[in-house]
């Protein structure tokens, strides 16, 4: 794995899509989510920022689907009545995931780890719930190119 680092997100207005789904449906269902998102946000001037996927949960034996939430950037005067909310600002700590990582889910899992342990480490606080910032194609990546960062909230 490669370092992790901190930024800071400004706020952002995004549509958001939502569902409960177990950790087996979570790729087709993103990958549906997040091709209606594309469309509807081509035909409002398209995004402002990078797509992110929010887990409100975390899979365990126990709870085997949590709600997942992707999200998609855009100006708040063209959303019209869209499903859209606020993504407050916050300073984020992240590791950076080149596709072949992304592409194994126990590389994953272990990410989302090493940046909670991190984060707990440096003294810091998880703020919000954990996600996956999207800021390339993933599709037409090659595997050795940066594709995802593992991404918490902290304070």
């Avoid at 920022?49 to 887990?55: E, M």
């Avoid at 034996?61 to 499903?83: F, K, M, Q």
């Avoid at 990410?111 to 194609?137: H, L, M, N």
Wanted: charged fraction near 25%; include cysteine; charge should be negative.
């Amino acid at each position: 794995m490669t370092e992790i680092l901190e930024r800071d997100v400004p706020e952002q207005f995004v549509l958001t899509e939502q569902r409960t789904v177990a950790a087996a449906d979570v790729k087709e269902w993103l990958t549906e989510a997040m091709d209606r998102q594309f469309g509807i946000a081509k035909a409002i001037n398209g995004l402002t920022g990078h797509w992110f996927v929010v887990y409100h949960g975390q899979f365990t034996d126990e709870t085997p689907e949590i709600p997942v939430e992707i999200c998609g950037p855009v100006a708040p005067d063209e959303a019209g009545d869209l499903a859209t909310r606020v993504e407050p600002a916050h300073r984020e700590a992240y590791l950076r995931l080149k596709k072949h990582q992304f592409t194994d889910p126990s590389e994953i899992a272990n990410a989302f780890a090493t940046v909670a342990q991190w984060v707990a480490k440096q003294g810091y606080t998880i703020s919000d719930a954990p996600r996956e910032v999207y800021f390339t194609d993933l599709m037409a990546a090659t595997d050795d190119e940066d594709v995802c960062d593992i991404a918490f909230p902290i304070r």
